[in-house]
C-alpha cells in the first residue's frame, strides 16, 4: 500500500544544497544523521563514486549495487542488519525487497524520479510508530521531480513548500517514466581528490614500512 496515504514512513524534509557530498559530509559531522541510516542514490556508479568519496572520512558504511556479487550484498545487508555497519548506499532496484527494520534515517542523497520510488524509500523509516527521517538533498538538477515530492509530503500529512506544489505536474505516461538527469561524477570534488592523495601517501609509507612522522633512519656511527 501507498505509504505516503498511510503516514507511515519518516519525518520528511527537503534540502536545497548547492553541493550534495559537502552537504552530507556537514550531516555526517554534525550528528544529524543517527544510523542506521539508508543512502538512496540513482544508478550503481554513483553509488560506487559516493561510497569511494565518503570512504577516506572513516564513516562505518557499505554499499550494494548491480556491479557487487550476490555474496557480497548478502554480507552487506547483514552487516547493516545487525549494526556492524551504520550507513549503507543503495539504488532503488537494489533496495526491493530487502526489508529491514529499525531503520532510523534515510537520506535521498539523489532525488527518486517517480512517486513509487519515493514512496518506497521513505517507508523504510519511522516503521511501527519508531521515529525517524527522511532527509532529500537536492540542486537544480533535481527540479523536475520536486512537485512530486511535495505532493507526496503534502498526501502524507506534512508541511510541503507551495512554489513545488505549482511548479509542473507530469501526467499519465510521462509520471511514470523518468529519465534520470545527467549529473557530474561524485569524485570530481577538491576535497575528496586531496584526501586520496593523502590516504595514497599514507599507504605508501606503510608499503614501505614507515609513517610519515617517523622520520629518516640514523646512519650508524663510525668506529
Given at each position: 500500500?501507498?505509504?505516503?496515504?498511510?503516514?507511515?514512513?519518516?519525518?520528511?524534509?527537503?534540502?536545497?544544497?548547492?553541493?550534495?557530498?559537502?552537504?552530507?559530509?556537514?550531516?555526517?559531522?554534525?550528528?544529524?544523521?543517527?544510523?542506521?541510516?539508508?543512502?538512496?542514490?540513482?544508478?550503481?556508479?554513483?553509488?560506487?563514486?559516493?561510497?569511494?568519496?565518503?570512504?577516506?572520512?572513516g564513516i562505518n558504511?557499505?554499499?550494494?549495487?548491480?556491479?557487487?556479487?550476490?555474496k557480497e550484498r548478502?554480507?552487506?545487508?547483514?552487516?547493516?542488519?545487525?549494526?556492524?555497519?551504520?550507513?549503507?548506499?543503495?539504488?532503488?532496484?537494489?533496495?526491493?525487497?530487502?526489508?529491514?527494520?529499525?531503520?532510523?534515517?534515510?537520506?535521498?542523497?539523489?532525488?527518486?524520479?517517480?512517486?513509487?520510488?519515493?514512496?518506497?524509500?521513505?517507508?523504510?523509516?519511522?516503521?511501527?510508530?519508531?521515529?525517524?527521517?527522511?532527509?532529500?538533498?537536492?540542486?537544480?538538477?533535481?527540479?523536475?521531480?520536486?512537485?512530486?515530492?511535495?505532493?507526496?509530503?503534502?498526501?502524507?500529512?506534512?508541511?510541503?513548500?507551495?512554489?513545488?506544489?505549482?511548479?509542473?505536474?507530469?501526467?499519465?505516461?510521462?509520471?511514470?517514466?523518468?529519465?534520470?538527469?545527467?549529473?557530474?561524477?561524485?569524485?570530481?570534488?577538491?576535497?575528496?581528490?586531496?584526501?586520496?592523495?593523502?590516504?595514497?601517501?599514507?599507504?605508501?609509507?606503510?608499503?614501505?614500512?614507515?609513517?610519515?612522522?617517523?622520520?629518516?633512519?640514523?646512519?650508524?656511527?663510525?668506529?
Amino acid at each position: 500500500k501507498d505509504a505516503a496515504k498511510k503516514g507511515r514512513g519518516g519525518d520528511p524534509s527537503l534540502r536545497y544544497i548547492s553541493g550534495k557530498l559537502s552537504a552530507m559530509r556537514e550531516l555526517v559531522s554534525t550528528g544529524e544523521l543517527v544510523p542506521p541510516v539508508l543512502v538512496f542514490v540513482q544508478s550503481k556508479d554513483r553509488a560506487s563514486q559516493l561510497y569511494e568519496a565518503l570512504r577516506f572520512d572513516g564513516i562505518n558504511m557499505d554499499v550494494i549495487h548491480a556491479g557487487r556479487t550476490a555474496k557480497e550484498r548478502a554480507r552487506a545487508v547483514q552487516n547493516f542488519r545487525s549494526g556492524a555497519t551504520w550507513f549503507l548506499v543503495t539504488t532503488d532496484l537494489m533496495a526491493r525487497g530487502m526489508d529491514i527494520l529499525g531503520v532510523n534515517t534515510v537520506v535521498n542523497f539523489d532525488c527518486p524520479g517517480i512517486r513509487s520510488d519515493y514512496v518506497h524509500r521513505v517507508g523504510r523509516t519511522g516503521r511501527a510508530g519508531r521515529p525517524g527521517k527522511c532527509i532529500t538533498l537536492y540542486t537544480e538538477e533535481d527540479f523536475g521531480s520536486l512537485h512530486m515530492i511535495a505532493s507526496c509530503m503534502k498526501t502524507s500529512g506534512n508541511e510541503a513548500p507551495e512554489w513545488m506544489l505549482q511548479l509542473p505536474r507530469k501526467h499519465g505516461g510521462a509520471a511514470k517514466k523518468h529519465v534520470p538527469p545527467k549529473r557530474s561524477n561524485i569524485m570530481d570534488d577538491h576535497e575528496t581528490q586531496q584526501r586520496q592523495k593523502k590516504e595514497k601517501k599514507r599507504q605508501l609509507y606503510a608499503n614501505k614500512g614507515k609513517g610519515p612522522g617517523a622520520g629518516a633512519r640514523k646512519k650508524p656511527k663510525k668506529a
